[in-house]
């Protein structure tokens, strides 16, 4: 199957500092990237949804200026933690989908522990 | 926001032993999905559903789709104790949302 290859795989940060995770496609072009976060013991909750030059699509409740999502091209996503607090300490996992495609890929996941 | 409901939360068997997993979703759906996901890392797609198919079969794995009814179940026979692991199934609609996911341990 297709690779999408996340990245960090865990990242600690300061209280207050930003943070980027990257979402690639490694043999596709995921014109469809979506953002999850996972608590622990919990489901997937999805976070937003982007299309390759577009502006994400945000889920109720997920602050768009905290989680700044881009997809500028065909093969990238990232998504930036921003001001991170202890609170935003989770599981992020990406996933990706090409055009016409029936299944989205995903990502091994960062973990996001905020000191 | 959630698309399912999964039942059970929490599902402890011995192995040998068959274990049920059931998934229910609110709105019409292109395909339903399965997953695992052992703690703490990714998620490794077990198998695809089509929204006209009925029942799908992969190695261990038995699926069932009922639209009628929006549920799904995924069947593992023979568990092994590597099985142990959350499932989840999750709906495409567009985008993917995932259940709450059942916990399954599976005792050697």
């Known amino acids: 199957g297709a690779v999408v290859s996340q990245h960090p795989s865990w990242v600690i940060c300061k209280s207050g500092t930003s943070v980027k995770i990257e979402c690639r496609s490694l043999?596709?072009?995921?014109?469809?990237m979506f953002w999850y976060r996972q608590f622990p013991k919990q489901s997937l909750m999805l976070m937003a949804t982007?299309?390759?030059?577009?502006?994400?699509?945000?889920e109720q409740g997920v602050e768009k200026d905290k989680f700044l999502i881009n997809h500028a091209s065909l093969t990238l996503s990232t998504l930036t933690v921003t001001s991170a607090h202890p609170e935003d300490s989770s599981f992020y996992i990406c996933?990706?989908?090409?055009?016409?495609?029936?299944?989205?890929?995903f990502g091994q996941g960062t973990r996001l522990t905020v000191v | 926001s959630q698309q399912g409901e999964e039942d059970p939360q929490a599902l402890s068997i011995q192995e040998g032993e068959n274990a049920t997993m059931n998934c229910s979703y609110k709105t019409s759906i292109n395909n339903l999905q399965w997953y695992r996901q052992n703690s703490g890392r990714g998620l490794v797609h077990l198998i695809l559903i089509r929204s006209n198919e009925r029942e799908k079969h992969s190695g261990r794995l038995r699926v069932t789709l009922d639209t009628s009814k929006k549920s799904s179940s995924l069947l593992i026979t023979a568990s092994r104790a590597a099985d142990t692991a959350s499932y989840f199934c999750?709906?495409?609609?567009?985008?993917?949302?995932f259940g709450a996911g059942t916990r399954l341990t599976v005792k050697p």
């Open positions: 982007s299309n390759e030059g577009s502006k994400a699509t945000y």
């Open positions: 996933s990706a989908r090409g055009q016409g495609a029936t299944k989205a890929f």
């Open positions: 043999d596709f072009q995921a014109t469809t």
């Open positions: 999750a709906t495409d609609v567009g985008d993917m949302r």
